[in-house]
């Protein structure tokens, strides 16, 4: 763990944002994650029916639509083209879908990082629709309360020489200090080559609403600070190549992709360990070595003597 190995502390409130009956999300229909329509921060889940057994007809963000959409094919495109890639890391807000909508690689584990008041409602909530996660698939969840994420992840199994894939969307970040501290953990804990994508606010960025240039610029050394390199896209350039109508207004998110191109912790010890026994390879051929070079020594000294007293 880096930074001297002090712990990963993070600022939450977010399990006071669940209000009973406002929550809406993604939205599948014939899914029993049906509830779930867009909202601003991501997949969260409509209100129970109606007396009369109707889901209400909630209004959905065009752009988080976009983005979950986004998000989602980058995600499982990433999956089956990454060499044994079985661990999948969600920060999210606890109410996403991601989960049981989404087909895995078989087997995985998916970790849930999020609130653990409002995972655990979200939890119920899904299956009493009966959602159910993809065969030989496991869910573990993180309570974002951890006081140490990575240790409480690592515990759980998560591996740091093993492929491994992160998004980032929803998760209640209330300063750009604990975006950092975010970035931070994962970068420690992600493998070279793994993939970390999502959607932030552009205010955490310090830059404008819908300036993209000035985003982009911002997160890439934002990102490669933390080892990682980052493509910001543009909302208006992805709904043109999905043939989809570009949302309206100034986008507030940006949404990003970016690859881990330094070792995680666990690498660099291995790495550690094997360069000790390298030495000590090295020290005992260098012994090996030295006991030949005086072993033909004695040889030739001895053929001279002989062929003196010869």
Not at 197 to 219: H, S
Not at 232 to 240: H, L, P, Q, R, V
Request: proline share 7%.
């Amino acid at each position: 763990m880096r930074r001297g190995g002090e712990a990963l502390h993070l600022p939450l409130s977010a399990g006071r944002r669940l209000r009973s009956g406002k929550e809406v999300g993604e939205s599948r229909p014939n899914d029993p994650c049906y509830r779930c329509q867009a909202w601003p921060r991501g997949p969260r889940f409509a209100p129970p029916s109606s007396s009369q057994g109707r889901v209400p007809s909630i209004p959905r963000d065009p752009s988080t639509r976009l983005a979950t959409k986004f998000l989602d094919d980058k995600l499982l495109s990433l999956a089956s083209s990454m060499d044994k890639v079985r661990q999948i890391v969600l920060l999210t807000d606890g109410m996403d879908t991601r989960p049981y909508r989404l087909s895995w690689p078989q087997p995985s584990i998916i970790y849930d990082v999020s609130p653990e008041s409002v995972f655990k409602v979200a939890s119920q909530r899904l299956k009493g629709a009966g959602a159910k996660i993809s065969r030989n698939c496991m869910l573990v969840h993180v309570p974002l309360e951890s006081s140490d994420l990575q240790a409480i992840l690592c515990e759980k199994g998560f591996k740091g020489d093993k492929p491994s894939l992160w998004v980032l969307q929803g998760l209640p970040l209330l300063t750009s200090t604990g975006l950092n501290d975010i970035l931070f953990a994962i970068s420690n804990l992600a493998m070279k080559g793994s993939f970390l994508i999502g959607e932030l606010p552009l205010c955490f960025l310090g830059t404008e609403i819908g300036d993209m240039p000035a985003a982009q610029k911002y997160m890439e050394k934002l990102f490669i600070s933390h080892g990682f390199r980052a493509d910001a896209f543009d909302y208006g350039e992805i709904a043109k190549n999905m043939l989809l109508e570009p949302p309206s207004g100034a986008y507030k998110n940006v949404l990003f992709i970016a690859e881990q191109l330094r070792l995680s912790d666990s690498q660099r010890e291995c790495w550690q360990v094997c360069g000790m026994i390298q030495q000590l390879d090295n020290k005992d051929a260098q012994k090996m070595e030295s006991w030949w070079m005086h072993f033909e020594r004695m040889e030739e000294e001895g053929d001279e003597e002989g062929f003196e007293e010869l």
